[in-house]
């Protein structure tokens, strides 16, 4: 068994690697192969090929390009400027008018996407000149928009959850199942913040919205039926026992499709562009997964997580202690790496202490999720800020920072809640048991 100053040894080189700029999978391919040589010699590293062909070949990798192309398509057909708008009309006279259209829309969209940055994108590009025009306190609209994108990987379907399970053997249905009570409720935290912030300082919230018809308010609900429908389709299919979530990602390819064909956006080049942008970031994902599962294989015989959680054990401290623990942990890793590295970098080895401590791994996987949502909107390397100050295009990523940083403290009392509440997160999974 490998010693515990080795492995934190082997850590500090993989995340040296990654901060050097050098790409995810091959920070995670050089650690995992030096790791090899130095421990078990050159049969392990030769088996590289064999581990490759054995992940790439597992069927349940084949949604993540399906969830992928289904957000595509549904973006270049409309979809969310028509379910924006809709939201305005019922959510504007509430204290923060637009502000919570930003919240709402952005977790509708995150219940069709899978991606916080292809949600705070997006969602950006329709809200910030519409709040703009109105006079809204721009940091505040800026924080709206980064952290509602993070919403992107916690209302399934979710990239990072697959991830998740794809490495860890966790159920990717109650994985989705388990995060959508968190994603609503972290929806709402968000929209209850804006509530008090306007009501204690109107100014924020700008110009006030004319009164829609109520006959327009009600023509414009139609907007909510495509991704009502998708997200029915994907989510009841899973939920009901219809089909696994690969075959309900293809069902909701269909779905975006036919979306896209009443709204007249079916056209050969869009899809083209659909299918190119989804090409490009699948192989950065599992490229990305085949060098994880290669360094979980080399950590698991030269047992790495045995060696952690002996070590915790010496330590005296009680599981909920050690949770907490984990939460600086991230907290202070989310600084430095971006979510798909933080969690691909770390899982191997804490899911196993996780739960040798009793904790169940689909909590877990919430709980991870919710840790990675953090760094997307903490500096320096909050991805989301940077997605929306790119989309502002001038002024400072500072505005966009201090504009989220109220909705850090919420993500952290949502914290807090899972951890004390763990029924959250495991309420609705226990129920298709």
């Not at 581990?51 to 595509?72: A, S």
């Not at 950006?124 to 505040?140: F, I, N, Q, S, W």
């Not at 599992?286 to 047992?303: E, Q, S």
Request: aromatic fraction near 10%.
């Amino acid at each position: 068994m490998i010693e515990f100053s080795s492995a934190v040894i082997g850590f500090l080189l993989m995340l040296a690697l990654m901060l050097t700029g050098i790409s995810i999978a091959a920070s995670l391919f050089l650690t995992a192969a030096l790791g090899a040589l130095a421990y078990l010699g050159l049969p392990t590293l030769l088996s590289f090929g064999n581990t490759m062909w054995g992940v790439l070949n597992d069927f349940i990798l084949t949604c993540i390009p399906l969830f992928i192309l289904l957000g595509e398509i549904l973006v270049r057909a409309g979809v969310t400027d028509r379910m924006y708008r809709a939201l305005s009309d019922w959510l504007a006279p509430l204290p923060g008018g637009l502000l919570h259209s930003n919240i709402g829309a952005c977790s509708i969209f995150a219940a069709i996407s899978g991606s916080s940055v292809a949600t705070a994108a997006t969602m950006g590009t329709v809200a910030l000149p519409a709040m703009k025009a109105r006079h809204y306190d721009e940091r505040l609209v800026l924080g709206s928009v980064a952290a509602g994108g993070t919403l992107g990987i916690l209302i399934p379907p979710s990239i990072n959850m697959i991830v998740y399970g794809a490495i860890t053997n966790t159920s990717i249905g109650k994985l989705f199942i388990a995060g959508i009570v968190p994603g609503l409720l972290l929806a709402g935290l968000f929209m209850l913040l804006i509530l008090v912030m306007c009501v204690i300082k109107p100014s924020l919230a700008g110009d006030k919205e004319p009164p829609q018809p109520m006959r327009e308010k009600l023509r414009n609900l139609a907007g909510f039926i495509p991704p009502g429908l998708v997200f029915f389709v994907v989510m009841g299919g899973i939920y009901l026992g219809w089909a696994t979530p690969t075959e309900a990602a293809a069902l909701g390819v269909v779905m975006s499709m036919l979306v896209a064909a009443w709204y007249r956006k079916l056209t050969i080049q869009m899809l083209h562009e659909a299918f190119l942008a989804t090409m490009r970031t699948t192989a950065m994902v599992l490229l990305i997964i085949v060098a994880a599962f290669f360094l979980n294989y080399v950590i698991g015989m030269l047992g790495v997580p045995q060696t952690v959680s002996a070590y915790v054990a010496e330590l005296g401290t009680s599981p909920l202690e050690t949770i907490w623990i984990l939460v600086i942990f991230y907290l202070i890793l989310g600084c430095f790496l971006e979510t798909l590295s933080m969690m691909i970098a770390t899982v191997p080895v804490i899911v196993p202490l996780v739960v040798s401590l009793g904790y169940d791994p689909v909590w877990f996987g919430i709980f991870l999720v919710i840790m990675m949502e953090l760094s997307l909107i903490t500096p320096p390397v909050g991805m989301n800020l940077y997605v929306v100050q790119g989309i502002r295009g001038g002024g400072s990523v500072i505005d966009v920072i201090r504009g989220a940083m109220p909705f850090v403290l919420v993500m952290l009392v949502l914290t807090a809640l899972i951890i004390y509440f763990p029924g959250i997160a495991l309420w609705l999974p226990s129920k298709i048991s």
